[in-house]
């Protein structure tokens, strides 16, 4: 019997699943994911852990929480896409499922120049408004020079974003595909790729422009070779046209309003605090929470390993009415986050401090023990939602989470505000842990057991 299952698994993870069984075919596109997700994300950890020390020893506290900060703003740049890659992927696991791929194409081209036209409205919007915008009295940056060095780096920032953006639908596009190993394997192309660019800019005793062109530019790269090898070589036979189909578009955008509004929220909760500490507390103080929120982050690494692939898998299943299936891969899912991501947030509880010290120095160790509480709180309600998300977003049914998760946002940062100047950085983590916990955790919890109740979903028609 044991052997039996060893051979099972040894053959879905070589891609030979038995034919016309779409259970086995499923577990064995998350078991490839899952498979090279761990590299993806190991590579990844062991780049961000690399390049924490480094940046921050080559930047000095105040200018590393400024080049955290900007990153925090970039990642609402990508804001412009509305949502749409993951409107994209949805439409896609269902195109795929069906074998259309003539709407496929459409899906991809008209995702393709949506996100291109997005893309030059926000270059333009950003040329428009970078000049009277006072980056100082945002940051609280008190030196004219290092002022200055903050706004050429973010003109560089939002320059190679606009270049970049088409691009983001490339892994989701393997993704949809069952493909998730393939994305996974660029995924740790595009680390490497920013990981050299980061330290020939170190090396190069650039301040913080060219370590952000170095970076960002690496990654850059690595995501325009990624598209022109899926689309010139893999899959050629989706490659964008110059037609953009208008029920294509209300099908993308239909499903992408609510990824919009969970992205908003999402970038709220997690995007915001850097921002807040900085102009309330001085960007010097952004080194502590960012290091330790980093660290508390990858609770979450067990579950990213296999959640996209998941997701994708579940919204096929969706389409075509396998509920016992999702049900079976829901409970699974959900018992593999609550072992793997409890243990990890004990074991953080109780040594966050001895893991900073050795992995960046003294300098980033919380001020307050109450910091590492409020984290373990956060990252605790984080592998929780995983699951729930998954399931939500995988059967298109995220509209009534997204307006929870956005009150939980909203919540989360006026609390921020309103806490930090008399609480520290502590307030804003106590803030974000509480909302998010109370208001959008229990209403996801009830809305996923709804719909796990459900005997046959309605077919998506395509």
Request: charged content about 10%; aromatic content about 12%; some cysteine.
């Amino acid at each position: 019997m044991v052997s039996h299952k060893i051979k099972l698994v040894s053959s879905l993870l070589m891609g030979r699943e038995p034919k016309g069984n779409d259970s086995l075919r499923r577990y064995g596109s998350i078991l490839r994911g899952g498979a090279t997700a761990v590299i993806a994300k190991a590579v990844a950890a062991l780049a961000g852990f690399a390049s924490v020390p480094l940046t921050l020893g080559h930047l000095g506290p105040e200018r590393y929480g400024l080049w955290a900060s900007l990153y925090s703003i970039l990642a609402w740049l990508y804001m412009a896409d509305l949502g749409l890659t993951n409107g994209l992927m949805n439409a896609l696991s269902e195109a795929f499922g069906k074998q259309r791929q003539d709407l496929a194409r459409e899906y991809v081209s008209t995702a393709f120049w949506g996100l291109s036209g997005m893309a030059l409205l926000v270059g333009a919007g950003i040329l428009g408004t970078f000049q009277w915008l006072d980056w100082s009295a945002v940051m609280n940056i008190r030196s004219a020079a290092v002022s200055t060095e903050f706004r050429l780096a973010m003109a560089v920032a939002a320059g190679l974003f606009v270049i970049n953006l088409p691009f983001s639908i490339v892994s989701r596009i393997y993704i949809a595909s069952q493909q998730g190993e393939i994305a996974n394997l660029w995924g740790v192309a595009n680390t490497i790729g920013g990981l050299l660019g980061l330290v020939l800019a170190i090396f190069a005793h650039g301040e913080i422009p060219v370590l952000v062109f170095g970076f960002s530019g690496g990654q850059t790269i690595v995501s325009i070779v990624s598209g022109a090898w899926l689309f010139g070589k893999a899959k050629p036979e989706i490659r964008p046209n110059f037609i953009i189909s208008r029920p294509s578009l209300d099908r993308i955008f239909g499903v992408s309003v609510s990824f919009f509004i969970s992205q908003l929220a999402t970038l709220m909760l997690f995007q915001s605090a850097n921002i807040i500490i900085s102009h309330f507390l001085g960007p010097e103080q952004v080194a502590p929470y960012q290091v330790t929120w980093m660290l508390f982050y990858y609770v979450t690494l067990p579950q990213q390993l296999v959640g996209a692939n998941i997701w994708a898998a579940i919204g096929e299943s969706y389409s075509k009415g396998d509920i016992a299936w999702i049900r079976r891969i829901f409970f699974r899912y959900f018992a593999f986050s609550i072992i793997f991501g409890g243990l990890l947030i004990l074991t953080l509880a109780l040594y966050a401090d001895i893991i900073i010290k050795a992995w960046v120095g003294p300098q980033a160790i919380p001020s307050s023990e109450e910091m590492i509480y409020w984290m373990s709180a956060w990252a605790g309600v984080l592998v929780v939602l995983q699951p729930l998300i998954a399931v939500l977003g995988g059967v298109g049914k995220l509209k009534e989470y997204s307006f929870f998760s956005l009150l939980a946002a909203l919540v989360a940062v006026l609390g921020g505000i309103s806490t930090v100047e008399a609480y520290g950085s502590v307030g804003v983590i106590a803030s974000t842990a509480i909302s998010i916990g109370t208001l959008t955790m229990i209403p996801a919890l009830y809305l996923t057991s709804q719909l796990l109740k459900i005997k046959k979903p309605p077919l998506c028609n395509i």
